[in-house]
């Protein structure tokens, strides 16, 4: 069947440009989550989606990271003045509600290479 | 703080053998505890979720412990293969505020034939 999907599978952009990160999640599933995974790291989380809302944006390191999910399906992370240090797997992944009894189900990622 | 802590860092086994990685968390309150596995360039795959009630939990060659008073798991690898070969994360999820996962940092296995 059909997992959660990302693309670009890799993006490689300049320091200082603007990048959008897409994701797809499996079809029914209400929540979703990106995760940013630097080298030899575990992934971190970044911002929930319940919905076409935002649940939780904690994790979102500062105001040049921003995501949407408009109808509640598809969500796109935008990263504004992209920085070195943004160098990193993009993890999203889904699940069919939000809390401890839903499995999250992640995408193969997002790798983000800035020069 | 709510980390989660993981050793070995990296473990190198031959194919056939036995092994057992550790995971201690300080996460509170608890909700559940799973492991995943991640292959090089793919997302973790679920291999066992077990709840502060569960003391042990199977998935074929995978058997997961915890103990919920010393805040400890335990994923053990029974007659390994090369297809093990990957990163196993422990993942602990907290009901404090809005629901999340809580990583460790992984343990980089590698199986040799």
């Known amino acids: 069947g059909a997992g959660v999907s990302q693309t670009p599978s890799n993006k490689v952009t300049e320091k200082g440009k603007y990048v959008e990160l897409r994701c797809d999640p499996i079809?029914?599933?209400?929540?979703l989550y990106w995760y940013r995974q630097s080298l030899g790291q575990g992934p971190e989380f970044l911002i929930y989606?319940?919905?076409?809302?935002?649940?939780?944006d904690s994790g979102l390191p500062n105001d040049r990271f921003f995501a949407v999910r408009p109808e509640g399906s598809v969500s796109t992370l935008k990263i504004q003045r992209t920085e070195r240090g943004d160098s990193a797997v993009y993890l999203c992944?889904?699940?069919?509600?939000?809390?401890?009894?839903?499995?999250?189900?992640f995408g193969p990622g997002t790798r983000l290479t800035v020069t | 703080k709510n980390q989660v802590e993981q050793s070995p860092q990296s473990l190198i086994i031959l194919e056939g053998k036995n092994c057992t990685l550790q995971?201690?968390?300080?996460?509170?309150?608890?909700?559940?505890l799973r492991w995943y596995k991640q292959d090089t360039g793919r997302g973790p795959v679920s291999l066992t979720i077990?709840?502060?009630?569960?003391n042990t939990k199977s998935n074929g060659r995978y058997t997961a412990t915890l103990d919920a008073d010393t805040k400890q798991s335990s994923l053990h690898i029974t007659a390994s293969q090369l297809s093990d070969s990957a990163s196993y994360i422990c993942?602990?999820?907290?009901?404090?505020?809005?629901?999340?996962?809580?990583f460790g940092t992984g343990t980089r296995l590698k199986v040799l034939a």
């Open positions: 989606f319940q919905g076409t809302g935002a649940a939780d």
């Open positions: 079809s029914g599933h209400t929540a």
């Open positions: 992944a889904s699940s069919l509600g939000g809390g401890p009894r839903h499995e999250q189900y």
């Open positions: 077990m709840t502060f009630s569960e």
């Open positions: 993942v602990v999820s907290s009901t404090s505020g809005t629901y999340k996962y809580i």
């Open positions: 995971c201690n968390y300080t996460v509170s309150p608890f909700s559940n």
